[in-house]
C-alpha cells in the first residue's frame, strides 16, 4: 500500500519536531517540552512507519536513541550498543509485553511464573564507566547509542561512583551502565543557591544531572549534588557473571557500585503490576525522581533467546507513570487572596490531565515569579504536578505565544474586598491591607481576635468561627458581640448551657484594655510587646490612628517597617470602620494620658526572662509590668540576660542562669525590683 502525500508530510513534520526536541534535550541541555509531549510526538511516527514500513529510513528517530554528541567532548565508541527500551503506557500494554515474551519462550503453560526483575526507572542521564583492573578508566554518555561523549574528568567527581572496585573476583575489563542524577533535597538547594546567586536555576533534577555531566570544567560538575544508581552490565572480558539481572546486581553491588535499593524480583504480569502500584504510591516521598518501572526478564538465558528488535531488547520494557509534566494554553490569569491576605497570581489553564488529574489552574508564586517566568494569557506551557503538591507553570515555551500577548501586572486593589494591595520593598509577596473587612482574612483574623492574648472569648473556638463565617453569619469582629443564645445553641455540637456561657464571655469582653485590643486587629508584626509599647507610649487609641511613621517609629519596638504596617492599616477605611463600629457595640477600655517612652523607664537596658509560676501575678502580668518600665523580656537565659525572674517549679532555665552567673530573683525580688524603678 503506497502512503498518501498528506501521510509523507505528516512523517517528515514529526520527524522534525523531534529532531528539534532531541537537540535541545541532547545538545543544548535545554529541553522545551515535558517527556509526555516528546513521547506522544514519538508514538505517533512509530505508528505511521508501523503501517508504511516502506518509509522507515536509516536516520530516522525510530532507529536510534538520542541524538549526535557535540563536539567539546571526546567521542567515545560503545563496543555494545547502549539501547533504548519499548514504552508501556497502561496494564494492557504491559500484558501485551508479557504475552508477546511467552509465546517467543513457547510458555504456554506457567507463563505466570516467569520472572521479572522490576527497578525504577530513574529520571537522569544515562552513563557508561568502563574499569580496567578494578580502576576507573573512562566514564561516557550514551550519546546515540552507538556513540557518546567522554566524561570521564566530570564522573570521576561524583562520590558514589567509585574509582577503584572493591574485592579480587571482579572481571579485569567490566562496563557497566548507570543513570546519574541529581537527588530532590540537592536539586531545590542548589536552585535557591543560584537564584540568590543571580545564577541561572534548572527547570527539573533531569536537567540538571545531565547539564552537570557536560561542563567543561570539573570543578562546575563537583558542586553539584550528583548521585548515581548502575543497572546493568555492558561490557565483560575474562570473567564471569551469574545467570540472572538481579544477582547480577547483587553482585556489581559487592564490587563498590551503587544500586537502587528499590530494586525486586516479582512473578508474572501480576506481580509487575503490583510493584507499579506500590512504587507509585510511595514515589513522592523516594529522594529521587522516577518516571516509571522498568522490568527485564531476570533470566539471561532467556534474554539471550528473545533477543533484540530494532534498536530495543524483547526482554525489556519501561512502564511509565501518568505524565507529572504536561502541555496546555494559559486562558486568564487571576489574583487570588489567601487566609493571611497574601495575593497570589494564579494561571486559569485550558483542562490538561496530569499527574494522574485533570488540572485546570496552577499557581505562579508571586508577582516576581510571573514576570520571571513572563507568563502570559494565551502562552502555552509546561505544567507540572506531582503527588499533592499545587500544579505549576514550570515554563512558556515562547515559539508559540500569540501576537499582542501582554504580561499581566499586580492588581492595586484587593480583587475580592477593594482594599489597597500592599508590597513592602523587601518582600516577594503583596498583601491586602484589609485585614478586618476582606473575607478571604475573615476566619484567620477572627481566630485571632478572640484568642486568649487577645480578645479572650472563652468558648468562641476555631471550628465554632469557621462554621459561623460558613453560614456568612459574622463578617468582622464586630459582629461577634450581636450573637445570641439562640442562634449559637443551635449551632453544631452547641448546647443551650455552652451559647449562655459564650455569651456571657462574649459580654465580658466588651471591657478590655488598649493594649489587648491592639493586639486582637492582627495588624502585621504588632505583637504583644509592640501593642503594650503603643499603648504606653500613645495612651489613646485615637493618637495611634492619626500617628504619622515618623511619629511611630519613636515607640521602642517599633521600626520603620513596622510603622509603615501600622500606617497602612489605619489608613484603610474598612478597618477603621470595623473599629467604630465595635466601639459602638460597647467595646471600651480605660484610656490614659500619652506616658515617658518605656526606654525612659528603670528597667531601661534591662533583659529579663521568666521561668516557673508566680504566686500573685501571671507571667504575662510580669511581663507587662517590665515592659512598662523599659525592661526587655525574653525566652532564653544567655550571658547578656540581666535578671532570671523564678517561681514555683522553675525550669531548666534557673540552672543554666546559675551556671553562667546570671543573677536570679524571686517573685519578692521582682516585686522590690519593679518599686525601686
Known amino acids: 500500500m503506497t502512503a498518501p502525500r498528506a501521510t509523507k508530510d505528516e512523517l517528515e513534520s514529526l520527524r522534525q519536531q523531534i529532531r528539534h526536541h532531541n537537540y535541545r534535550y541532547h545538545v543544548l541541555d535545554d529541553p522545551e517540552v515535558p517527556d509526555a509531549e516528546y513521547d506522544r510526538l514519538m508514538r505517533q511516527l512509530q505508528a505511521i512507519e508501523s503501517e508504511y514500513p516502506e518509509l522507515v529510513t536509516e536516520d530516522s528517530p525510530t532507529q536510534r536513541v538520542g541524538d549526535t554528541p557535540i563536539s567539546a567532548f571526546g567521542t567515545v565508541q560503545h563496543q555494545v550498543p547502549m539501547l533504548s527500551l519499548d514504552n508501556a503506557f497502561a496494564p494492557d500494554e504491559l500484558r501485551e509485553f508479557h504475552r508477546r515474551v511467552s509465546d517467543r519462550l513457547e510458555l504456554e503453560e506457567g507463563a505466570d511464573q516467569l520472572c521479572y526483575a522490576a527497578e525504577p526507572k530513574l529520571d537522569g542521564a544515562a552513563v557508561s564507566l568502563l574499569y580496567e583492573g578494578g580502576q576507573l578508566v573512562r566514564g561516557a554518555t550514551r550519546g546515540d547509542g552507538t556513540s557518546g561523549e567522554d566524561i570521564t574528568h566530570n564522573v570521576r567527581t561524583i562520590d558514589a561512583v567509585p574509582l577503584r572496585l572493591i574485592g579480587e573476583d571482579f572481571p579485569p575489563t567490566l562496563e557497566v551502565r548507570g543513570e546519574v542524577f541529581m537527588p530532590k533535597a540537592g536539586f531545590e538547594a542548589y536552585n535557591k543557591k543560584a537564584e540568590k546567586e543571580g545564577e541561572k536555576t534548572f527547570v527539573n533534577p533531569r536537567n540538571a544531572a545531565a547539564g552537570s555531566l557536560r561542563q567543561l570544567d570539573p570543578k562546575l560538575t563537583a558542586e553539584r549534588p550528583l548521585d548515581v544508581y548502575v543497572y546493568s552490565v555492558g561490557r565483560i572480558d575474562g570473567g564471569k557473571l551469574p545467570e540472572t539481572h538481579s544477582e547480577i546486581i547483587k553482585r556489581l553491588q559487592s564490587w563498590g557500585l551503587k544500586t537502587c535499593p528499590e530494586s525486586a524480583v516479582v512473578e508474572g504480569v501480576e506481580g509487575c503490576l503490583a510493584y507499579y502500584e506500590a512504587l507509585g504510591a510511595k514515589r513522592d516521598s523516594l529522594p529521587y525522581e522516577i518516571d516509571g518501572v522498568v522490568y527485564k526478564v531476570d533470566n539471561l538465558l ?191 455540637r452547641m448546647g443551650d448551657k455552652s451559647a449562655e456561657n459564650l455569651v456571657d464571655s462574649i459580654e465580658e469582653s466588651r471591657s478590655t484594655t488598649l493594649q489587648r485590643f491592639l493586639y486582637a486587629l492582627g495588624i502585621r508584626e504588632v505583637g504583644e510587646a509592640t501593642a503594650s509599647a503603643l499603648a504606653s507610649y500613645f495612651g489613646k487609641l485615637d493618637a495611634i490612628q492619626q500617628a504619622t511613621e515618623e511619629e511611630l517609629v519613636e515607640v521602642p519596638d517599633v521600626g520603620p517597617i513596622v510603622a509603615s504596617r501600622i500606617r497602612s492599616f489605619f489608613d484603610e477605611a474598612h478597618n477603621r470602620d470595623v473599629i467604630k463600629a465595635l466601639q459602638d457595640f460597647g467595646v471600651h477600655w480605660h484610656e490614659s494620658e500619652p506616658q515617658r517612652s518605656p526606654s525612659e523607664g528603670g528597667l531601661s537596658g534591662k533583659t529579663f526572662v521568666l521561668t516557673g509560676t508566680l504566686s500573685n501575678m501571671t507571667r504575662d502580668e510580669a511581663k507587662q509590668k517590665i515592659q512598662a518600665l523599659g525592661g526587655k523580656v525574653t525566652g532564653s537565659v544567655s550571658k547578656k540576660t540581666s535578671f532570671v525572674i523564678y517561681g514555683d517549679k522553675a525550669g531548666s532555665k534557673l540552672a543554666k542562669a546559675q551556671d553562667l552567673g546570671v543573677e536570679t530573683i524571686d517573685e519578692a525580688g521582682l516585686n522590690a525590683l519593679l518599686a525601686e524603678s
Open 302 to 492: 532467556q534474554q539471550r533467546e528473545l533477543g533484540f528488535v530494532s534498536r530495543a531488547p524483547r526482554w525489556a520494557i519501561a512502564h511509565k507513570f501518568p505524565a507529572q509534566e504536561e502541555l496546555t494554553t494559559v486562558e486568564g490569569i487571576e489574583f487570588q487572596v489567601g487566609r493571611t491576605g497574601a495575593v497570589t497570581p494564579v494561571a486559569r489553564l485550558k483542562p490538561v490531565f496530569v499527574g494522574g488529574v485533570t488540572v485546570s489552574n496552577a499557581t505562579l508564586h508571586n508577582i516576581d515569579e510571573l514576570h520571571r517566568k513572563d507568563v502570559r494569557v494565551g502562552d502555552t506551557v509546561t505544567i507540572r504536578r506531582a503527588g499533592d503538591v499545587i500544579p505549576e507553570v514550570v515554563g512558556v515555551i515562547a515559539s508559540r505565544r500569540p501576537k499582542g500577548a501582554r504580561a499581566a501586572q499586580l492588581p492595586k486593589q484587593c480583587p475580592v474586598c477593594g482594599s489597597a494591595v500592599i508590597r513592602e520593598s523587601d518582600e516577594a509577596v503583596a498583601r491586602c491591607s484589609g485585614g478586618l473587612y476582606c473575607s478571604a482574612q475573615r476566619a484567620e483574623a477572627l481566630k485571632h481576635f478572640v484568642s486568649r492574648k487577645a480578645m479572650d472569648i472563652e468558648g468562641l473556638g476555631s471550628k465554632l468561627i469557621e462554621q459561623l463565617v460558613a453560614a456568612d453569619r459574622i463578617k468582622t469582629p464586630a459582629d461577634i458581640f450581636q450573637l445570641n443564645k439562640d442562634e449559637l445553641a443551635g449551632m453544631e
